[in-house]
């Protein structure tokens, strides 16, 4: 026993010295992403999941438009449990359905609508409870050919997962609550810095005015307001809240898009501004205009929040007419580093088309809506843009596409928007939903840590193990056998600071893990 268990620390020491000592001062490995995002119900029976290694279509969307194609652009919510990665809800703003596919008993006549419109439902988690959810919800108003603009208005509803027998439910006394007038389209949440609570980002019609709120456990509340940037209002025939809105998934940046269009074109070239975003406050400042593009609409950060993506049109410079740019954020000047990622890929181009939303997956690609074979066609609209790499520059990350053998489902321009940070640092390779053979089925958490430390297996891949620590000398610290899958919760409050490895012993096979203390 003894000559085994000097073995044993023998072959530890050697994992320090391969693996961990040569990276001491290095990034720790990324965080996997929570599995909220598992599940995407988005146009018209179009719908994803991420619980495979690789996106594979679903059949049982009710939102189903008909004829009325256009109300395929709306982006809903789609909500799936953040450990299990099973389906809870979605909502295209009007309804709400169950992961039965029912409507919930509460859950129609919500204050959202389409008219055309692109944001319209939006999902932010209770900060003081895991069963309920803020839905928010937005209307945009109707197209009038009389009026030089188009406003929103937002309002939210509570969801508690623990009515109508767990399926979840509206609470009627918490539901279309009007949260503000004179709103553009655009929405996002960003946690706060202390871990538990939530910003969530609105932008005013007619200035350049950003609305915050603070989401805490005593619920949603005005913060402050803050003018920076462009307005959002362009004295034109026709002006519109048109537009994403995406944080840094580091949750330290804002990006934001504008559409104008007039006369069915939205040829007007605007700015694509970025903001610096301090999650401790709440304030934006530091805007950077990183070009004027026409059409410009969908956007979003790579995971690793060093590079950007943007769909528009750039009219002069480098790359001009693209539909979908990446620019370098770490460089000096990010518009020097521009690339248009579609004009020349002989795979792409024949897909060619404006007005799409873009939005990272949980197995750590960058997918886009489509919009040109919907109007061509909506039998065809069965595929999705998806990067393959977004954290790698230039043509290295990779752009095709990807087809879907739904029946009758159109994608339309936009697909389900979430909170970003649930992306951040995701490598195709950290995919939480991958083989259970790969190193990235198990999560340590949190890294750093101060209290405790947990090891998190998917469900699939869960078997008994021993877990052993290590310090960074490669000297036995403690051991525990974890016979279920939810108690590895380790306590460290003991542990001197320093790096640590701890060894998660699964049958027919041993992975290491490094953390700080």
């Given at each position: 026993?003894?000559?085994?268990?000097?073995?044993?620390?023998?072959?530890?020491?050697?994992?320090?010295?391969?693996?961990?000592?040569?990276?001491?001062?290095?990034?720790?490995?990324?965080?996997?992403?929570?599995?909220?995002?598992?599940?995407?119900?988005?146009?018209?029976?179009?719908?994803?999941?991420?619980?495979?290694?690789?996106?594979?279509?679903?059949?049982?969307?009710?939102?189903?438009?008909?004829?009325?194609?256009?109300?395929?652009?709306?982006?809903?919510?789609?909500?799936?449990?953040?450990?299990?990665?099973?389906?809870?809800?979605?909502?295209?703003?009007?309804?709400?359905?169950?992961?039965?596919?029912?409507?919930?008993?509460?859950?129609?006549?919500?204050?959202?609508?389409?008219?055309?419109?692109?944001?319209?439902?939006?999902?932010?988690?209770?900060?003081?409870?895991?069963?309920?959810?803020?839905?928010?919800?937005?209307?945009?108003?109707?197209?009038?050919?009389?009026?030089?603009?188009?406003?929103?208005?937002?309002?939210?509803?509570?969801?508690?997962?623990?009515?109508?027998?767990?399926?979840?439910?509206?609470?009627?006394?918490?539901?279309?609550?009007?949260?503000?007038?004179?709103?553009?389209?655009?929405?996002?949440?960003?946690?706060?810095?202390?871990?538990?609570?939530?910003?969530?980002?609105?932008?005013?019609?007619g200035n350049n005015v950003f609305s915050i709120y603070a989401i805490t456990a005593s619920g949603v509340h005005f913060s402050h307001r803050i003018a920076i940037g462009n307005p959002h209002l362009y004295h034109l025939p026709k002006s519109n809240g048109y537009g994403q809105m995406k944080a840094s998934p580091n949750n330290r940046m804002l990006a934001s898009t504008l559409v104008v269009c007039e006369d069915n074109s939205c040829s007007t070239l605007v700015p694509f501004e970025?903001?610096?975003?301090?999650?401790?406050?709440?304030?934006?400042?530091?805007?950077?205009?990183?070009?004027?593009?026409?059409?410009?609409?969908?956007?979003?950060?790579?995971?690793?929040?060093?590079?950007?993506?943007?769909?528009?049109?750039?009219?002069?410079?480098?790359?001009?007419?693209?539909?979908?740019?990446?620019?370098?954020?770490?460089?000096?000047?990010?518009?020097?580093?521009?690339?248009?990622?579609?004009?020349?890929?002989?795979?792409?181009?024949?897909?060619?088309?404006?007005?799409?939303?873009?939005?990272?997956?949980?197995?750590?690609?960058?997918?886009?809506?489509?919009?040109?074979?919907y109007f061509i066609d909506p039998k065809r609209s069965h595929f999705l843009y998806v990067i393959n790499d977004p954290n790698r520059v230039g043509h290295d990350c990779d752009v095709e596409m990807i087809s879907f053998k739904w029946a009758d489902a159109i994608v339309g321009g936009n697909l389900p928007n979430y909170i970003q940070s649930v992306f951040k640092d995701l490598t195709p390779t950290d995919n939480p939903n991958a083989a259970c053979t790969a190193d990235a089925s198990i999560l340590l958490k949190p890294n750093p840590a101060t209290g405790y430390i947990e090891i998190e297996i998917a469900e699939r891949c869960f078997s008994p193990y021993y877990l052993t620590i290590y310090n960074a000398l490669g000297q036995f610290v403690s051991r525990r056998f974890i016979s279920d899958q939810h108690s590895g919760r380790i306590d460290v409050r003991s542990m001197a600071s320093g790096v640590y490895l701890a060894a998660v012993e699964l049958p027919g096979q041993m992975l290491v893990k490094k953390f700080v203390k």
């Open positions: 026993m003894i000559l085994l268990q000097s073995s044993f620390l023998l072959i530890m020491r050697f994992v320090v010295y391969l693996f961990f000592i040569p990276g001491l001062f290095s990034n720790n490995r990324p965080v996997l992403a929570q599995k909220e995002a598992n599940n995407w119900y988005f146009g018209s029976r179009a719908a994803i999941t991420f619980s495979r290694n690789a996106p594979q279509e679903l059949h049982d969307n009710q939102m189903y438009y008909g004829a009325n194609v256009s109300h395929s652009y709306a982006t809903p919510a789609s909500i799936s449990d953040r450990r299990s990665g099973a389906l809870l809800f979605y909502s295209d703003s009007e309804t709400v359905w169950n992961s039965d596919h029912q409507v919930m008993p509460n859950g129609q006549d919500l204050s959202g609508g389409f008219n055309d419109a692109m944001n319209t439902a939006y999902s932010v988690p209770d900060p003081s409870d895991t069963n309920r959810y803020y839905l928010f919800t937005i209307y945009t108003d109707p197209f009038d050919p009389e009026r030089a603009y188009r406003k929103s208005k937002v309002h939210y509803s509570v969801i508690d997962m623990r009515l109508d027998n767990g399926r979840g439910d509206i609470d009627a006394r918490q539901k279309n609550i009007l949260l503000q007038d004179s709103t553009t389209m655009k929405i996002a949440a960003i946690p706060h810095a202390n871990g538990r609570d939530y910003w969530l980002l609105l932008h005013e019609f970025i903001f610096d975003f301090d999650n401790a406050t709440g304030i934006l400042s530091n805007v950077r205009n990183l070009g004027h593009y026409a059409a410009l609409y969908g956007v979003s950060f790579s995971p690793n929040s060093k590079l950007v993506y943007v769909q528009g049109i750039a009219v002069t410079g480098k790359d001009s007419a693209d539909l979908l740019y990446q620019l370098n954020l770490e460089d000096e000047d990010p518009v020097a580093t521009r690339t248009g990622l579609l004009r020349n890929n002989p795979a792409i181009t024949k897909y060619l088309g404006a007005s799409y939303s873009l939005q990272l997956g949980p197995d750590g690609r960058l997918y886009g809506g489509n919009s040109r074979e």
